[in-house]
């Protein structure tokens, strides 16, 4: 199984951003798929979780608003897209997908049984 995250970089404060996931080795449709994220020094985040559906998505409190979860499952690919970037959203942002019966579990790391290695994001100011 293999999750590649793509999308990271430099980004203006202020402007947008779109991450993307792909996978493979794996029924794709058949996994909640969630991003997280990990600043240095801080403890992984829940960022944005999606049902297999992509019809119930949740999200983190510091991104509420401000961020969309999304997925094809005909392309395998899960998106996040930001706007609003402050310098708080600088991390490494990681990819998951979790067997989990309940979407709503996607907010929390353990439930999660791959993950991709995870992409940069750094907001300039």
């Known amino acids: 199984v293999q999750l590649q ?7 203006q ?6 991450l ?3 996978a493979s080795g794996v029924t794709f449709s058949s996994y909640v798929m969630g991003w997280f994220r990990q600043a240095p020094g801080n403890e992984r985040e829940f960022v944005a979780a999606i049902a297999r559906s992509g019809i119930v998505t949740y999200y983190g409190d510091s991104v509420k608003g401000r961020a969309t979860i999304s997925r094809d499952n005909a392309k395998n690919t ?3 897209r930001m706007n609003s970037l402050k310098a708080g959203d600088t991390a ?8 989990m019966y309940n979407a709503y579990d996607g907010r929390l790391a353990p ?7 995870g992409t940069q ?4 100011s």
Not at 13 to 18: D, E, I, V, Y
Not at 121 to 124: F, G, K, P, R
């Open 5 to 11: 995250a793509s999308g990271g970089g430099l980004v």
């Open 13 to 18: 404060a202020g402007g947008p951003l779109r």
């Open 20 to 22: 993307s996931c792909t």
């Open 78 to 80: 899960v998106y996040l």
């Open 92 to 99: 490494v942002y990681y990819c998951a997908a979790g067997n």
């Open 111 to 117: 439930k999660y049984d791959y993950w991709g290695q």
């Open 121 to 124: 994001v750094t907001v300039s």
